[in-house]
């Protein structure tokens, strides 16, 4: 049971990069599919989240507006659009997924108590 993560890379600030969390071995379309980032010394945090029951979506507020999380059921895939990028989202995003729990407490928490995490992809937003 996971979740894998993809296209992160190297982009320069106020480009665009879209990452993709393909999941397996749990019934993806009851669970909450989070995503998550940890910069160089800093505390894990949530990004983005979307309930994949009902498609509603979350976000910190410092990515709203530029980053948007969309989940297709059928490929059991969720993606994360990151536009307008700047160098404080770099970090290592990570694709988490949980049964439980709030859009809200996941996207404001540091996602402990997650069910399922993928390794992680690396971002680096370059001034």
């Known amino acids: 049971r996971c979740s894998r993560e993809s296209g992160g890379g190297l982009v320069q600030a106020g480009g665009s990069l879209r990452l993709s969390c393909a999941a397996s071995?749990?019934?993806?379309?009851?669970?909450?599919i989070g995503w998550f980032r940890q910069a160089p010394g800093k505390e894990r945090e949530g990004v983005a989240c979307?309930?994949?029951?009902?498609?509603?979506?979350y976000y910190r507020d410092s990515v709203k507006g530029r980053f948007t999380i969309s989940s297709d059921n059928a490929r059991k895939t969720v993606y994360l659009q990151m536009n307008s990028v700047k160098p404080e989202d770099t970090a290592v995003y990570y694709c988490?997924?949980?049964?439980?729990?709030?859009?809200?407490?996941?996207?404001?928490?540091?996602?402990?108590?997650?069910?399922?995490w993928g390794k992680g992809t690396l971002v680096t937003v370059s001034s």
């Open positions: 979307v309930i994949n029951s009902d498609g509603s979506t």
């Open positions: 071995g749990f019934s993806f379309d009851d669970y909450r």
């Open positions: 988490s997924a949980d049964e439980g729990g709030t859009g809200w407490g996941i996207v404001l928490g540091n996602g402990d108590g997650m069910d399922y």
